[in-house]
């Protein structure tokens, strides 16, 4: 099984930024685009941010424009989440995620095929 680590997570004050990161465990796979998720509690998963390997475009909810950036590096299907700027409400269990193939969207869950088991983010005012 293909498997995702996070890793990065912690708590920070408002303010503060923290630097997530996504490296895969297990067998080798390739991905047309990884992205990353989260859930706060009480709440449904939220797209976070996204980016296509093939040209690099990024893909970002409005809420984190300006303040969160994604990268990665296709050769070892890893992927970044800089997050500057932290608010409380960023504070979630965040996911990052990869799709194996285009599935018509970057921005819902059901695009991707495989998860990481997440990395708690606590932001405090």
């Known amino acids: 099984q293909v498997q995702l680590v996070e890793s990065g997570g912690g708590s920070v004050q408002a303010g503060g930024s923290l630097r997530l990161s996504c490296a895969p465990s297990?067998?080798?796979?390739?991905?047309?685009?990884m992205g990353w998720f989260r859930r706060a509690p009480g709440k449904e998963s939220e797209f976070v941010a996204a980016?296509?390997?093939?040209?690099?475009?990024?893909y970002y909810t409005e809420s984190v424009k300006g303040r969160f950036t994604i990268s990665g590096d296709n050769t070892k299907n890893t992927v970044y989440l800089q997050m500057n700027s932290l608010k409380p409400e960023d504070t979630a269990v965040y996911h990052c995620?990869?799709?194996?193939?285009?599935?018509?969207?970057?921005?819902?869950?059901?695009?991707?095929?495989?998860w990481g088991q997440g990395t708690q983010v606590t932001v405090s005012s």
């Open positions: 980016i296509r390997w093939n040209g690099g475009a990024t």
């Open positions: 995620a990869a799709q194996s193939e285009y599935s018509g969207s970057y921005h819902y869950s059901f695009g991707y095929d495989y």
């Open positions: 297990g067998r080798t796979f390739s991905s047309y685009a």
